[in-house]
């Protein structure tokens, strides 16, 4: 009788903690949560399983995002950052690690197989910038603690046809590192890298503004109300747009081929636009 019931109970124990192993594991592989969605929006995990991407939706590790054309997603980092994925584009999310505590172990590495997206990082970034990096077929790019965006245009694509194949990296805030087996180049805000193969040396260009929007900061207020430092906000901007314009290849597109990303940020506060 005492036989029987050990056996009865064992394998019910043992199920019992498979179920919270895997349970464990689960929430130790998920990188970060959808906040928007918009249009046609794919996921697909590693077993090769593909569903509809929805807001709230969970993003693990080894999960690749696909959006469609005209379609984009935001994902909300478990450490803070924020993931804004342009439309037809395809990112993968090789790998994050993350427990709320810095130990040394935490990382987020992307893979960027063509398209692009706009990443503000969080805590991995800015605390552990050796553990954070992108790849894509011509490079690898990593971070100094960063708001940066990263497209890859890929043979036959639409924005083939205006703006030369390879992969692309502009950044905002912070700076940015681009690398190849040729070296290394440094990336700084208002500035972009470009390279179009492993095999060369990343080069800085002027921002190609068939890729990039470029969004002049906003004045700042006094308390008597007048705008300060408006001029010398946006002058690098304009400057830069001035300069990008005289060149033929960086001319300004009448119809753009990229949108920007609206964020939403719930009903109390303003939407960001990316």
């Not at 709230?56 to 379609?71: I, M, Q, Y």
């Not at 077929?137 to 890929?154: M, P, W, Y």
């Not at 590192?177 to 060369?200: C, H, R, W, Y």
């Amino acid at each position: 009788m005492k036989a029987t019931l050990s056996i009865t109970v064992f394998p019910s124990i043992f199920l019992a903690a498979c179920l919270i192993l895997l349970s464990q594991a689960a929430y130790a592989g998920i990188a970060g949560h959808v906040r928007f969605v918009n249009g046609q929006v794919q996921i697909t995990n590693a077993a090769g399983q593909t569903r509809a991407l929805q807001k709230g939706d969970p993003v693990s590790e080894s999960d690749t995002l696909t959006t469609a054309k005209g379609a984009s997603a935001q994902i909300k980092m478990l450490d803070g950052g924020l993931i804004a994925v342009r439309p037809d584009s395809k990112l993968k999310f090789d790998s994050f690690v993350f427990s709320s505590e810095e130990d040394g172990n935490e990382k987020s590495f992307f893979s960027l197989i063509r398209g692009g997206f706009r990443a503000i990082t969080g805590l991995i970034g800015q605390k552990n910038k050796a553990n954070y990096r992108i790849t894509t077929s011509g490079s690898t790019i990593g971070v100094r603690g960063t708001d940066h965006e990263t497209f890859v245009v890929v043979p036959g694509s639409e924005l083939a046809a205006i703006a030369p194949t390879g992969t692309y990296n502009k950044v905002n805030v912070g700076e940015t590192t681009m690398t190849t087996e040729k070296g290394t180049i440094n990336i700084l805000p208002n500035q972009m890298g470009f390279v179009a193969a492993s095999d060369q040396m990343p080069q800085l260009q002027p921002i190609n503004l068939n890729i990039f929007t470029a969004v002049p900061p906003p004045p700042l207020q006094t308390k008597g109300g007048q705008t300060k430092g408006a001029v010398r906000g946006s002058a690098v901007v304009d400057n830069a747009l001035q300069e990008q314009n005289m060149a033929p290849e960086n001319a300004v597109p009448k119809t753009p081929a990229l949108r920007p990303i609206i964020e939403d940020r719930g009903p109390t506060a303003p939407p960001r636009v990316f």
